[in-house]
């Protein structure tokens, strides 16, 4: 090789290497840029659902390392690891109820593989002596009927939810009213028990309606959050908060003088003139 192409060579060779340095920085920049996109997907609330015995969704995320065996698990093929375009945390298993439910299987197989405890055996157990799974105590999601788009609230005889309830009569009822309109039918309206739903998401994958008016949420989001300013008056575990709580309330159980302020006719009488 001429030493004018010996030069002309080693210049080409720079400016390749320059470019992959660049293009190498470019793709860096771009994962990055990425990654820092699904971060903050990860900030966002969730409307998913996942698979039984999952921890609250903060902590689920933090535990689940996107193993993937409790998606090989599932004999139904209920459950999906998610991908950058589902728009969910990559990675983490849940399912879509309207496509494949959970069918509550008594062993509840995508459970006890999970290494990590994000999905936790000991939440479904029934007896701490003798510890057993029960699949009844799984608590996926809620189902949350939309009555404005339920056709038996309209007068037309559907009971296809109810019906396919794994717990039949418990976490569905049917609640029966008199059509005033027809004067002689019976709205056969659904009602869900929220102690007893599974958040299984058959009820929702049977549903006649076009988009599905019956859908099960996430607990964090059907439930909501009541606050812990309210007591629950009935229940003396939930009064045991207020054992230590200072109150500059007053207690004097003699209201008449308020009671016969608000209810002097001559007071009112007296403003009117």
């Known amino acids: 090789m001429s030493e004018e192409k010996n030069k002309d060579f080693k210049a080409t060779s720079r400016k390749d290497a320059i470019k992959t340095i660049f293009k190498g920085t470019g793709y860096l920049a771009l994962g990055g840029l990425v990654w820092g996109g699904y971060v903050d997907d990860r900030k966002k609330p969730e409307l998913v659902l996942r698979p039984p015995g999952a921890l609250k969704e903060d902590i689920f995320i933090k535990a689940c390392i996107k193993c993937g065996l409790c998606v090989e698990a599932c004999p139904y093929d209920t459950l999906k690891l998610s991908i950058p375009s589902d728009n969910k945390v990559a990675g983490t298993p849940y399912f879509i109820a309207r496509d494949i439910p959970c069918y509550m299987c008594t062993d509840i197989p995508c459970v006890p593989v999970c290494p990590t405890g994000a999905l936790d055996m000991t939440s479904l157990y029934t007896d701490d002596i003798l510890p057993k799974p029960d699949v009844n105590k ?35 009822t049917i609640e029966y009213d008199k059509n005033e309109r027809t004067g002689k039918h019976a709205f056969l309206k659904p009602v869900v028990n929220a102690e007893a739903c599974t958040g299984c998401g058959i009820c929702e994958h049977v549903c006649v309606t ?40 007053n207690n004097d159980k003699d209201n008449s003088g308020a009671i016969d302020y608000l209810n002097n006719s001559d007071d009112l009488l007296e403003d009117e003139e």
């Open 138 to 172: 799984i608590r996926m999601g809620l189902a949350v009927v939309n009555k404005e788009s339920c056709i038996a609230f309209w007068g037309i005889q559907c009971d296809a939810c109810y019906r396919a309830c794994p717990l039949l009569n418990e976490a569905i």
């Open 210 to 249: 076009e988009i599905p008016a019956i859908k099960v949420l996430p607990l964090s989001i059907a439930t909501g959050k009541v606050g812990n300013h309210y007591i629950k008056g009935w229940d003396p575990e939930d009064e045991k908060r207020l054992e230590n709580v200072n109150s500059d309330v």
